[in-house]
């Protein structure tokens, strides 16, 4: 019988550890190892012990802590828990018990007397806390748990208090290099366009290709970094309301990003004038904002979109609510990545590491429309493609 018998012993101590395994292996018992209380949460509700020894000085979750839960549990209050520890002080069998323990034996372990002990608990044997023992016992142990979530809370405040300031640290770092960053290449970029129009020289044909890519480069790096400062810009609500028309400036955008889809044999299909008449759409919005966030996932859905693939841009009112939808053709996502795609600077896997960007442009999105009090909805399906759509308030305060 007790070859098929599991006991989970939850123990942080290594020679503690082996001396138990040993003493009930050589009866057959499966041992189960957990080195702390949140291994042995995790173990419990996989293995689906028959009996749980365990130490009360454990790190993390606690014995009487882990005890508490277990009880708590359906799945597992009827698995009997079996406190093996050093505390042996008045009182330590007791609060063990009012945890709700079924048995307490103290270290250390007897070899000769422990595979019976065991026995007698998963064949039914309960330790009882004495009828007078009871309520003074359970209102010290809940003066403990009490007190043990007061000192977890003050340390997630410190806590949180800590990651508040190093999130500032990180912000007012980004924005000053990226500030340091875009001076210096602003003027890289002035002379190259000075070169490339010979106004400080004849220019050959090498030397005009080599001057191209620098361009090129030096665009794309200091588009980053505009991206990167305008990302703190959003955080800090630096944004300037007006009425203006949603329609024109999405026909625009889509005009001046006309030929990078053509580059890449990419279809642009759009959406934006009911019946081909150019009425406006006007909202109140930050222009600069909204044409970003836009641009940015156009661009999105262009490079994860291979050549010959198919983008429409669609934009539509709905009661109060303006919508600008862009479906591609492209690789898709999971659905289990949807909020980590609007993470800073992430990527899903290492098969897109060939696409260019820095992993912004679904951030600043999300933070202009909730700085105009909107969404940025997603819908994807893995091989199929994704529709992403701004979704913004007609009348934003």
Known sequence: MAGSTRVLYIEDNHDNQRLVRRVLATRGYQIIIANDGNEGWKSAQTDRPDLILMDINLPGLNGYELTTKFKATPQLADVPIVALTANTTPGDRERALAAGCDGYISKPIDPRALPDLVASYIGGTRELLETAEAPSVMREYSQQLVG??????????????????????????????????????????????????????????????????????????????????????VRSNQMDFAQADLRGLVQSICNDMQSTFGEKNQTLV???????????????????????????????????????????????????????????????????????IFEPFVRLDDTLASVGGAGLGLVIAKHVAEAHNGTVAV??????????????PVNHQ
């Not at 999105?300 to 303006?322: F, H, P, R």
Request: charged share 20%.
């Open 379 to 392: 819908e994807s399906t893995v091989g199929v493609g994704s529709t992403f759509t701004l979704q913004l």
């Open 270 to 340: 759009r959406n934006i004038y009911v019946g081909g008449i150019q009425t406006p759409l006007m909202i109140n919005m930050d222009v600069h904002g909204v044409d970003n966030a836009v641009r940015h996932l156009l661009e999105n859905a262009s490079q994860y979109t291979n050549a010959g693939g198919v983008i429409q841009v669609s934009v539509y009112q709905d009661d109060q609510l303006v919508r600008v939808s862009i479906r591609d053709n492209g690789v898709g996502i999971p659905e289990a990545d949807f909020e980590r």
């Open 148 to 233: 043990r979530l007061e000192s977890h809370v003050r340390e997630l405040e410190h806590a949180n208090t800590r990651l508040t300031r190093l999130d500032q640290a990180k912000n007012d770092f980004l924005a000053t290099i990226s500030h340091e960053l875009r001076t210096p290449l602003t003027v890289i970029h002035g002379y190259l366009d000075l070169l490339n129009m010979q106004a400080l020289g004849p220019v050959n044909d090498g030397q005009r290709e080599a001057l191209e890519l620098m361009k090129r480069n030096s665009t794309r790096l200091l588009r980053h970094i505009n991206d990167l400062i305008y990302l703190q810009q």
